[in-house]
């Protein structure tokens, strides 16, 4: 695709529910990330894949979060036994390996997280 | 830890004028890389400007461009000719240069710009 795909857009959730938020990254980056944004904490870092490397977790708030990348390409982030903190937008942004362009970071449209 | 402060909560501009957005940022590194995104009410993050800390020269996009002082640890982003579109939130982002550190951006709290006609 032509961009950082994420769904759902929105997902509205009961409390203590698991809940799976997907990306799509740009063709051919290599490195995947993501961020929580909320009203209290503002843009915060989550966790990093780069290609076959360990991922960089030390975003993570709590062992409910977790996340992965198959295949080098979609990212599932999966927050389990919800709590209504844990509402935001969950932002998805991939970047290349090299080029001009290999700093930048692409982002998505996020996905909108309500916890009843 | 590096730190990044946005103090304008918000921002008013009249359309076609020119108006500039603090940033500043703490940081003991020397490599490092700064950027503003643009974020609008569709939620989708844009790249604004990016500056890399070993250039001198301040980087420009059209309209858009920076006073980078790297002393001061200031990077304001200043626009010129304001149009409706650029009402938005703007975000002031640093990333380090250190491989280590795994290449993710800090964010400031943002400014919401609105742009009046």
């Known amino acids: 695709g032509a961009g950082v795909s994420q769904s759902p857009s929105n997902k509205v959730t009961e409390k203590g529910k698991d809940v799976e938020l997907r990306c799509d990254p740009i063709s051919g980056h290599t490195a995947l990330y993501w961020y929580r944004q909320s009203l209290g904490q503002g843009l915060e870092f989550l966790i990093y894949?780069?290609?076959?490397?360990?991922?960089?977790k030390s975003g993570l708030p709590s062992d409910r979060f977790s996340a992965e990348r198959t295949g080098g390409s979609v990212s599932t982030l999966t927050i389990q036994r919800t709590q209504q903190e844990d509402s935001a937008v969950y932002l998805c942004?991939?970047?290349?390996?090299?080029?001009?362009?290999?700093?930048?970071?692409?982002f998505g449209a996020g996905t909108r997280l309500s916890v009843l | 830890a590096q730190t990044v402060t946005q103090s304008q909560p918000e921002m008013s501009v009249q359309e076609a004028e020119t108006v500039t957005l603090s940033c500043t940022y703490d940081?003991?590194?020397?490599?490092?890389?700064l950027f503003w995104y643009k974020q609008p009410p569709s939620r989708q993050m844009i790249l604004v400007i990016r500056q890399e800390a070993y250039k001198q020269q301040n980087a420009t996009e059209n309209r858009f461009s920076v006073n980078f002082q790297k002393a001061a640890k200031s990077f304001s982003l200043k626009i010129s000719d304001s149009q409706l579109g650029d009402a938005a939130m703007y975000f002031c982002?640093?990333?380090?240069?250190?491989?280590?550190?795994?290449?993710?951006?800090?964010f400031g709290a943002g400014t919401i710009l609105r742009v009046k006609s």
């Open positions: 894949f780069q290609g076959n490397s360990a991922p960089d």
């Open positions: 982002a640093y990333r380090s240069g250190v491989k280590e550190y795994g290449n993710k951006l800090v």
């Open positions: 940081t003991s590194e020397s490599d490092y890389y």
């Open positions: 942004a991939s970047s290349p390996v090299g080029g001009w362009t290999k700093n930048i970071q692409y």
